[in-house]
């Protein structure tokens, strides 16, 4: 019965994978801080940043990639339309190659393309946008970028109530999903995090893998399982425990 499961056990579960995301969008947040440092600075100068001013970045957008807690696979700022001086569409993005090495992520941003990275248009940048909180997508397989099985997190950048962008970082779903498992573990039911979509993220049994879409698979109420909301943003995650034995 729900009422015989140990409540404590999700909630504790709950609590770690909320920790992990707040270590994520801290980061976020510190880029966003400097982003609207340098915002600042130029509105002095009465002119908008260009592409050079964007060099403090750098340091931060580092530091997060060299994160031990995580492997991010990717971060930066990705800009709107317009908000450079020298370039009409700006991702100030770097990323870890397989050498280990970090290096700055070349797109395609010519409009007339086949090849055109259209990131206005995807979720990771429109949901921030739209809802000014911050959002966590996927996974999906990035094709126009890293064409690896991703969880892009990102956050929103407001000026004087002006959207110019987003902060953001991938992180490939393999180097994630251990951290999350290990979370899940300390539930001695079967316990899944799901994503908005109904979507696997994470499972604490071999019964469902990463990836898998279960919207509808699990009837809750009948099973008398329950559900933990995690930390609060657009994208809705969340640990649902099943009343079946880990073991």
């Known amino acids: 019965m729900a009422n015989e499961m140990p ?64 492997k991010f696979h990717g971060a930066g700022v990705v800009f709107a339309p317009g908000e450079l001086e020298d370039r009409e569409m700006h991702l100030e993005w770097w990323c870890r190659t397989q050498k280990e090495e970090i290096q700055p992520l070349m797109l395609n941003l010519n409009s007339h393309s086949d090849r055109f990275y259209d990131y206005l248009h995807m979720p990771w940048y429109t949901r921030p946008q739209q809802t000014r909180r911050p959002s966590i997508d996927g996974p999906f397989v990035d094709l126009y970028g890293t064409e690896q099985y991703i969880v892009a997190f990102s956050v929103p950048i407001f000026f004087e109530d002006r959207f110019i962008g987003v902060a953001a970082a991938d992180i490939s779903l393999h180097s994630l999903e251990p951290l999350l498992v290990r979370s899940l573990m300390r539930v001695s039911n079967e316990a899944l995090l799901l994503n908005a979509e109904g979507r696997v993220l994470a499972a604490n049994t071999p ?38 034995p880990r073991f």
């Open 7 to 70: 409540a404590n056990e999700l909630s504790q579960c709950a609590t770690l994978i909320n920790a992990s995301i707040r270590n994520v969008f801290k980061g976020l947040n510190d880029v966003s801080a400097q982003v609207l440092s340098i915002w600042e600075h130029s509105r002095c100068k009465t002119k908008r940043p260009g592409q050079g001013d964007l060099k403090s970045l750098r340091p931060i957008i580092r530091q997060i990639l060299n994160s031990e807690s995580v």
């Open 207 to 244: 019964s469902w893998l990463a990836g898998d879409l279960i919207r509808g698979a699990l009837n809750l109420d009948k099973e008398q399982g329950r559900v933990l909301s995690l930390i609060d943003t657009s994208s809705y995650w969340s640990v649902v425990e099943r009343p079946v």
